[in-house]
């Protein structure tokens, strides 16, 4: 009788699927590191996880883990390595929050673009005159600079291009020839694309502790700039943009992530007024976490039936624990 431990609340739709296969049973918790939740990894067959934090040692506890399933596309929550030790597979949502993260992603752009922020304040306090401030630009003609050419990358590719922005692409794991094929134009080198960029978009995992965006990067950016991070907290160093805004490098930034989540209430990037801010919810449109719900429960119910898709599985290589169906 597989048992699911579900972290973080998931839409019903998830839990519909679940409740609806017989044989399968769940506990669903606030918090992973709980006491409370130890008790429960005795068990536990499988994982469902949003963002909580992941400790290795608490996997190692869930003696008869069988699978984990991330209710997302990222995984930097989870000691992938454990689960490779075990030959556990990780498997992720595919595309379920693709459109979501890429309409948000050009949504924080256009309004940093438009000054949506501004100019809703000036005219509420009645200063019609801010109309005349001019402060808003075109998208049209713009250089865009993506950052990583996943699922997410090409979505954000596709709707740019619908705003007449010349689009670039630094990946250098993704094909070139698919790059071409989009519309857009591959780069090698970050440095000369950051240099031409009048908008950069990151859509990568944070590896590691240095963030790939740091000063010397927003340096080369051109003066007035605008950076989005629909990401991961951590991707572009927040002391240097505090630093490139108060300066005027930047122009203006949009973050749906922290490297602290959620960041103080007094965080230093909250006071400037080119900052866009939302809490880490680009994927979490209505209908985007029906999906992930779905997904993130059917790939567990997928593999106790023996057929989960490879192609969702992001540590196939090591991933040796899968049922056979009967």
């Known amino acids: 009788m597989p048992h699911i431990l579900i972290g973080g609340h998931i839409h019903e739709a998830g839990l519909a699927l679940i409740r609806a296969t017989p044989g399968m049973s769940f506990d669903m918790v606030e918090d992973m590191t709980a006491p409370s939740t130890l008790t429960l990894l005795e068990q536990t067959n499988a994982i469902l996880v949003r963002t909580q934090p992941l400790p290795a040692t608490l996997l190692e506890q869930a003696q008869h883990l069988k699978i984990l399933s991330r209710h997302g596309v990222g995984y930097d929550n989870v000691p992938v390595e454990v689960l490779n030790r075990r030959g556990i597979p990780l498997c992720v949502v595919g595309d379920a929050n693709s459109g979501a993260v890429a309409e948000h992603t050009l949504m924080l752009m256009l309004a940093l673009a438009k000054r949506v922020i501004a100019y809703d304040r000036e005219t509420r306090a009645g200063n019609w005159r801010f109309r005349d401030s001019q402060e808003a630009t075109e998208l049209e003609g713009r250089t865009l600079l993506l950052l990583g050419f996943g699922r997410i990358g090409r979505a954000v590719a596709r709707r740019a291009a619908a705003f007449g922005l010349e689009i670039e692409v630094h990946d250098p794991y993704a094909d070139p020839a698919l790059i071409t094929q989009?519309?857009?134009?591959?780069?090698?080198?970050?440095?000369?694309?950051?240099?031409?960029?009048?908008?950069?978009?990151?859509?990568?995992?944070?590896?590691?502790?240095?963030?790939?965006?740091?000063?010397?990067?927003?340096?080369?950016?051109?003066?007035?700039?605008?950076?989005?991070?629909t990401a991961r907290g951590g991707i572009i160093d927040e002391d240097a943009l505090a630093a490139a805004l108060a300066s005027g490098q930047i122009g203006g930034a949009g973050l749906d992530v922290f490297t602290t989540e959620p960041p103080a209430a007094g965080h230093k990037l909250f006071a400037h007024e080119r900052v866009i801010v939302t809490p880490h919810a680009a994927g979490l449109s209505k209908e985007c976490a029906m999906r992930m719900a779905r997904m993130a429960a059917q790939n567990i119910l997928d593999f106790f039936a023996g057929k989960l898709d490879p192609a969702l599985i992001v540590n196939r290589a090591h991933a040796t624990a899968m049922p056979v169906p009967g």
Do not use: Q, W
């Open 182 to 229: 989009s519309g857009a134009r591959p780069v090698a080198a970050l440095h000369e694309a950051l240099a031409r960029a009048d908008f950069l978009s990151v859509h990568i995992p944070l590896v590691g502790s240095k963030a790939p965006i740091g000063a010397a990067e927003l340096a080369m950016m051109k003066r007035g700039a605008i950076v989005i991070n």
